[in-house]
Antibody
Framework: EVQLVQSGAELKKPGESLKISCRGS????????IGWVRQMPGKGLELVGI????????KSSPSFQGQVTISADKSISTAYLQWSSLKASDTAMYYC????????????WGQGTLVTVSS | EIVMTQSPATLTVSPGQRATLSCGAS??????LAWYQQKPGQAPRLLIY???TRATGIPARFSGSGSGTEFTLTISSLQSEDFAVYYC??????????FGGGTKVEIK
């Protein structure tokens, strides 16, 4: 059974750093793109960026370039989303999802990680 | 970036009635469109891909149609568990995957 399990909710202060994770199981983690999707409170879905764990090829959406870092460790089937200096506007639910081989839609999703940034 | 526009923002429907949701693309995306359902407190779930192919386990009351720039998701007879938010997503412009703003289907 394909599963994506994300790390738990986080409460952080502005300016702090954070790394959240998404561990895949039940499939060959290296061979599928993983995407990170942001959902701000009461809002829709936005693609943050994607990574191919096999070679760590990464692509960020223009709105998020330079704001976050996406990485992966294929040896432990885990992808990461990282901030070096959080802002209140980063408060959101973050989902990881597995992308199908081309043509690339999300067929499995993690349960989400709630990130709250507040002083 | 391909902009996806969904309408209406909110659809109020009685159980057992038909619901028709629309999704428009700013450029021709062929049939590279997926639909997702999201219930409160849950992750999205894939319903439809390729504009009209139901994902595994999705009931036949869900159907998708369209191509190019105009797409429709139809729920033929709404069940209580179908009240949720529905998103479309284009995947024609890799890696610039984009979602619509969502349509909330609520109980009348």
């Amino acid at each position: 059974e394909v599963q994506l399990v994300q790390s738990g909710a986080e409460l952080k202060k502005p300016g702090e750093s954070l790394k959240i994770s998404c561990r895949g199981s039940g499939y060959s983690f290296s061979n599928y793109w993983i995407g990170w999707v942001r959902q701000m409170p009461g809002k829709g879905l936005e693609l943050v960026g994607i990574i191919y764990p096999g070679d760590s090829d990464t692509k960020s959406s223009p709105s998020f370039q330079g704001q976050v870092t996406i990485s992966a460790d294929k040896s432990i089937s885990t992808a990461y989303l990282q901030w070096s200096s959080l802002k209140a506007s980063d408060t959101a639910m973050y989902y990881c999802g597995r992308l199908t081989p081309p043509p690339y839609y999300f067929d499995y999703w993690g349960q989400g990680t709630l990130v709250t940034v507040s002083s | 970036e391909i902009v996806m526009t969904q309408s209406p923002a909110t659809l109020t429907v009685s159980p057992g009635q038909r619901a028709t949701l629309s999704c428009g693309a700013s450029l021709n995306i062929g049939r590279h469109l997926a639909w997702y359902q999201q219930k409160p407190g849950q992750a999205p779930r894939l319903l439809i891909y390729g504009a009209s192919t139901r994902a595994t386990g999705i009931p036949a009351r869900f159907s998708g149609s369209g191509s190019g720039t105009e797409f429709t998701l139809t729920i033929s007879s709404l069940q209580s568990e179908d009240f949720a938010v529905y998103y479309c997503q284009q995947y024609n412009n890799w890696p610039g995957l984009t979602f619509g703003g969502g349509t909330k289907v609520e109980i009348k």
